[in-house]
């Protein structure tokens, strides 16, 4: 199920967060420019994410880059966050036969693990402005966010604290693997008051394209800057099996430069030269 996979999200809160301040972007797009879907865009953004802290050693240089948007380094995580988001919220997923039964487990996880937050606030283990975060929420999607947001926060201080409180790691693992289930049934449901199946998909298909062509610039830049050395694609793996199947976005998005293949770089820093190897939005 894509809500249960092992993308590095902040809370779902945050993602969702990603994908209202990317929508305006998304739905500028026209269909010829969206990007083909071969691949699992849960998968993609998996990548993507992971090794947002590769790219950014390199941005300065890239700024310097001829044509290019620094927007597709700066704003590359919000957008992968976003197309994880829509992926989720939007595609259909058979409704669990026990989601009321997750739903109150949560609740009850919920209570358990911010009982507990309040003594480690006290030892000094917890902020007290992380859990006064998590307790603002009120509806029912905030349930299984709160949980999601407690788990990592209990997670990135088990070592410490497994000893000081009844909380059991198995809670905590039952807690990662049910949240994000309730989280996007609910958020299943709400989509579904407001979009058609169709629309939901090109929904997905929009915010994808954003995440998609931006990490393909990114590729680009730095294959520029590495000219001649095999890091490259070390540093940014593709997202496809095979590259050359990518489909759509580079044939459909036009574009007013040829794309050739870059020069071998000069001696110093190279910082672009030539014909530049970036679309141009």
Known sequence: MPADSNVPLKGFEDAEAALK????????LREEQFSAMNLDVVGATSIILGVLDRILPFRERIAKLPEFDIRNVDCLEDRARAAWYAFTVNLPEPEP????????????????????????????QF???????IKEGSGNKDIPSDVVALV??????WDAIQNMCGVTEEQLDRGATIAPIVFATLARRENKLSSSQSEGSQRV??????????????????QYLQWGEDSARTILPSLRRNASTRGG???????DTP???PPAPPAGPVVGGGSD???RN
Do not use: I
């Open 97 to 124: 036969k026990d989601f009321q039964q997750m739903f109150e487990e949560c609740k009850v996880l919920r209570a358990t693990l911010l009982t507990w937050a309040e003594p480690l606030v006290f030892a000094g």
């Open 259 to 261: 794309v050739p293949a």
């Open 205 to 222: 298909r929009r915010f994808w394209t954003l995440a998609d062509r931006s990490y393909d610039q990114c590729q680009r830049a730095l």
């Open 21 to 28: 301040r990317v929508e305006p972007e998304a739905l500028a």
């Open 249 to 255: 976005p580079r044939e459909e998005v036009p574009t």
């Open 127 to 133: 902020e007290r402005a992380s859990v006064d975060k």
């Open 152 to 157: 990592a926060l209990y997670r990135s201080k």
């Open 277 to 279: 190897p970036f679309v």
